[in-house]
């Protein structure tokens, strides 16, 4: 197996990588541990989310048996009731038997904090305009509905609440699918990409490269020739190729790729934490006219995105939203969010031996000296549970 690319230089934002697989690229990039730990903090509510929504649709605690059916609970190598009993804070098991379950009144009331509808139709707007076709397919937007805060009804409260913003039609080339059109005026739209709020320079990018990681005089030269290179912004139509040809100059391509960083800044901007799966933001790419492989970008602009690998996910972070491991500009759904880690993260730390019933009822045992460490040595298991 050929070696790991040297940590100094992300090869194709400078020029053409060698032959190098997806996961030597991800494995020899330039660790920035403030996110990493970030992104770790993540790993239980992320692994929770398909039981969380099923708890809030609920208006009555739901019997643990009926959830293992509806659900793959593969939350845990000891099972879903060790899982469950980690998080007193935020799951509420109720004897008798057959146990039930809730969320916590702190968990429930944290979750309830949304985005107005009015705003959720905002952000939905920007997230159309930046397709080339000015529609999304709406199960992609299902997939990030959390990341974009729209509210759990966003299909009724913001799309057919917004007559005049979007349409929804059949998939003519997916049965039982959905487009989301957006049918506002282009002309009255005046959209400023996030980024000009902290433009260093005209087409360049704030850069914020991570502890240790070493810039050589060649690579300062190279990066100061990308960010004065001009390039079609997300809101922008980008110009076709020639004739449709698939064969593009050097200068075609660094101008392809730097769209796509453009692109992807302003998505990550509208973004809640300013984090998304990459896997859930490749979606999007061929709707809004990306190129080039999203991974890549990601790990070749280590002064804009990070890109954390815990949880055996791939999650980018938006460098410059963040500072010490905090959002620079939070709002009342990311602080929401951030108590809700915080909550899992306590785990039962400060609880003692108090023990419900259901716990007492099943001979439970206390889990108060499990860390966070711990729970890391578990993210396999994560992967088993689904995204909604």
């Not at 890109?307 to 963040?322: D, M, W």
């Not at 602080?335 to 031996?353: D, F, Y």
Request: hydrophobic letters at 45%; aromatic letters at 8%; proline letters at 9%.
């Amino acid at each position: 197996m050929p070696p790991p690319l040297p940590l100094r230089v992300p090869a194709r934002l400078l020029h053409a990588r060698g032959k190098t697989t997806a996961a030597q690229h991800v494995a020899a990039r330039h660790l920035d541990h403030t996110f990493e730990r970030l992104s770790a903090a993540h790993l239980p509510l992320v692994a929770a989310s398909p039981l969380v929504d099923a708890l809030r649709a609920s208006p009555e605690p739901l019997a643990l048996p009926d959830l293992a059916r509806r659900l793959p609970l593969r939350l845990h190598r000891r099972g879903p009731l060790h899982f469950l009993r980690l998080f007193p804070r935020v799951f509420s098991l109720r004897a008798p038997l057959p146990l039930s379950l809730s969320l916590t009144p702190a968990a429930a009331g944290l979750l309830a904090v949304a985005t107005s509808p009015a705003g959720a139709a905002g952000t939905l707007h920007r997230l159309l305009a930046m397709s080339g076709a000015r529609a999304l397919p709406l199960r992609a937007v299902f997939r990030v509905w959390r990341e974009l805060a729209l509210p759990d009804d966003f299909e009724d409260s913001v799309v057919a609440g917004h007559p005049h913003l979007f349409r929804l039609a059949p998939n003519p080339a997916e049965p039982n699918t959905h487009i989301l059109h957006l049918v506002a005026d282009p002309a009255a739209e005046d959209f400023t990409p996030a980024v000009e709020k902290t433009r260093p320079d005209r087409y360049a990018f704030k850069l914020q490269f991570p502890p240790g990681f070493r810039l050589s005089k060649e690579y300062r030269k190279k990066v100061k020739e990308w960010q004065q290179l001009p390039y079609a912004g997300p809101y922008e139509v980008a110009s076709p190729r020639a004739g449709g040809s698939k064969r593009v100059s050097k200068l075609a391509r660094r101008k392809m790729e730097k769209r796509a960083v453009g692109i992807a800044h302003e998505f990550l901007s509208l973004t809640v934490e300013k984090m998304v799966e990459v896997e859930k933001f490749s979606q999007f790419r061929k709707w809004f006219g990306i190129e080039v492989n999203v991974r890549d970008v990601f790990l070749d602009h280590p002064g804009i995105f990070y890109l954390s690998a815990k949880g055996k996910r791939h999650t980018v972070f938006l460098r410059e939203a963040y500072e010490r491991g905090k959002l620079v500009e939070p709002n009342e759904v990311s602080e929401a969010r951030a108590k809700l880690v915080e909550l899992m993260l306590l785990r039962r730390h400060g609880l003692g031996n108090a023990n419900s019933s259901a716990n007492m009822a099943s001979g439970a045992t206390s889990d108060a000296k499990e860390s966070g460490d711990d729970f890391a040595e578990h993210e396999d298991c994560l992967l088993d549970v689904p995204e909604t």
